[in-house]
């Protein structure tokens, strides 16, 4: 088992910076690959950003590369996303989410964490 918390969200203006946090919690984590998602309203839910926790691998979506950033803390078991030059369309609920496979499809991600919402005003 493994248990997801993310914290961070918020309101921010356009161009402005949001790091959200998912904090991880539970046995064997070295073996998942973690990643974030989003879901805007009446949107289905999106790949953002993946890492792996032992070699640090990352993959992030086009439409964010260049301003977001994913990382992870392992010694405080914490996954991060660092959100730069926001925009509105960024809008969405923040999902982290843990898979014991190499994927950006979210149907495969076993365990999740409850959302964060990020809101980008113009």
């Known amino acids: 088992q493994v248990q997801l918390v993310e914290s961070g969200g918020g309101l921010v203006q356009a161009g402005g910076s949001l790091r959200v946090s998912c904090a991880v919690s539970?046995?064997?984590?070295?073996?998942?690959?973690m990643g974030w998602f989003r879901q805007a309203q009446g949107k289905e839910r999106e790949f953002v950003a993946r890492?792996?926790?032992?070699?640090?691998?990352?993959d992030i979506v086009d439409s964010v590369k260049g301003r977001f950033t994913i990382s992870r803390d392992n010694a405080k078991n914490i996954m991060y996303l660092q959100m730069n030059n926001l925009e509105p369309e960024d809008t969405a609920v923040y999902y982290c989410a843990a898979s014991s496979t190499t994927t950006r499809d979210p149907n495969v991600y076993e365990y999740w964490g409850q959302g964060t919402q990020v809101t980008v005003s113009s």
């Open positions: 890492i792996t926790w032992t070699t640090g691998w990352t």
């Open positions: 539970g046995r064997a984590l070295s073996r998942y690959r």
